[in-house]
């Protein structure tokens, strides 16, 4: 068979049947492949973002903004980030003709309102996020902008909002091994024993792993990963075929896409919130988070925390410590406080 690539377009297989989509615009193409019809759409598709490389006025936003996707700042960031950039960058489209002179505080607070309005909040503190980022850049390159456009608030999760990924604990990490399946239980296996990302752990391929320790780069920071196999990942390496390139991969062979996995994920996590077995709010990346929970219970230094986790800061890492030295210190408060009530029991009868 002659394999044929078309360029702009990325296929994806899923349950045997291959789909494919325009790069650039995230669009599916629906004509059969091969066909003339099929180039048709995707030349349909490629003319459709033409407008976006017609230069915009010189002291815009939309200026700035194709400034900064062109820039070397930009290209080195971890295709996922850039992703998640872009998605802001389509929605600000509409005001790609402001100038950056009228670029204050009160513009910045009237998109972020906005966008909390259409989208929420979590994607209006995205956008704040992106801005910031836009609006130093621009500094840094000499670009008008207020220095003070930046300064908006994020939206603060509600009280009593549950926490988004928010840290699974041992018993639930356990109930969760059990159940999932062979495919789902090495994912989560690799994740836990290593603190990947879920990106990371579903490319992540056998050439990784060598001698019983775990080697690669993540995708996001770049951040090296380099550490002895936990033993329960270990046993799970050595009971998987081995069906191709990726070590995560489904029933039938084919590497897992973001999209199927979650999927398959969600799914099981489901059946056990309603058994009652796991707490709501149980996520994939909450489950990665136990390692460094666990390391830093453990009494491990921020810095050994890193060398497993591949934290690029110590931030995240130094949060984890202060919750587990936290409860060190609330279990010898219990503790204290059990021994003087039977104390003083004993000294009343």
Request: with cysteine.
């Amino acid at each position: 068979m002659v394999e044929i690539k078309v360029r702009g377009v990325k296929a994806y297989k899923s349950r045997g049947k291959l789909y494919f989509y325009h790069r650039k615009t995230r669009l599916r193409i629906r004509a059969e492949f091969g066909t003339a019809a099929f180039l048709a759409e995707v030349e349909r598709l490629d003319q459709s973002r033409l407008p976006e490389a017609v230069p915009v006025r010189v002291g815009t936003l939309g200026a700035l903004i194709a400034a900064y996707r062109a820039s070397p700042e930009f290209r080195q960031l971890a295709v996922r980030t850039r992703d998640d950039y872009q998605k802001v960058f389509n929605y600000l489209r509409p005001l790609d003709g402001d100038p950056l002179v009228n670029i204050d505080p009160a513009y910045t607070l009237a998109v972020r309102n906005a966008a909390f309005d259409k989208r929420k909040r979590h994607f209006a503190n995205s956008v704040v996020t992106v801005l910031r980022l836009l609006f130093a850049w621009g500094q840094l390159y000499g670009v008008g902008v207020d220095k003070n456009a930046a300064i908006v608030p994020k939206f603060r999760r509600p009280r009593g909002t549950p926490k988004a990924n928010r840290r699974g604990t041992r018993e639930e990490l356990e109930i969760v091994l059990d159940a999932a399946p062979v495919e789902l239980r090495l994912a989560i296996a690799l994740a836990v024993c290593t603190g990947m990302r879920e990106s990371d752990v579903l490319r992540f391929p056998w050439s990784g792993y060598v001698d019983g320790t775990i080697h690669g780069r993540a995708a996001k920071t770049g951040a090296p990963i380099s550490m002895p196999a936990h033993p329960m990942l270990r046993e799970l390496l050595h009971q998987a075929p081995r069906l191709g390139p990726i070590i995560v991969v489904g029933a039938r062979g084919n590497a897992f896409t973001p999209s199927g996995f979650r999927t398959r994920f969600f799914k099981l996590i489901r059946q056990l919130r309603t058994a009652g077995q796991v707490a709501p709010g149980l996520t994939f990346h909450g489950l990665r988070t136990t390692t460094a929970t666990m390391l830093a219970e453990a009494g491990c230094d921020t810095q050994t925390i890193m060398a497993i986790t591949g934290h690029e800061t110590e931030a995240m890492v130094k949060l984890y410590r202060e919750e587990a030295d936290k409860k060190g210190r609330a279990d010898v408060a219990i503790k204290k406080l059990d021994f003087a009530v039977r104390r003083n029991g004993k000294r009343t009868q």
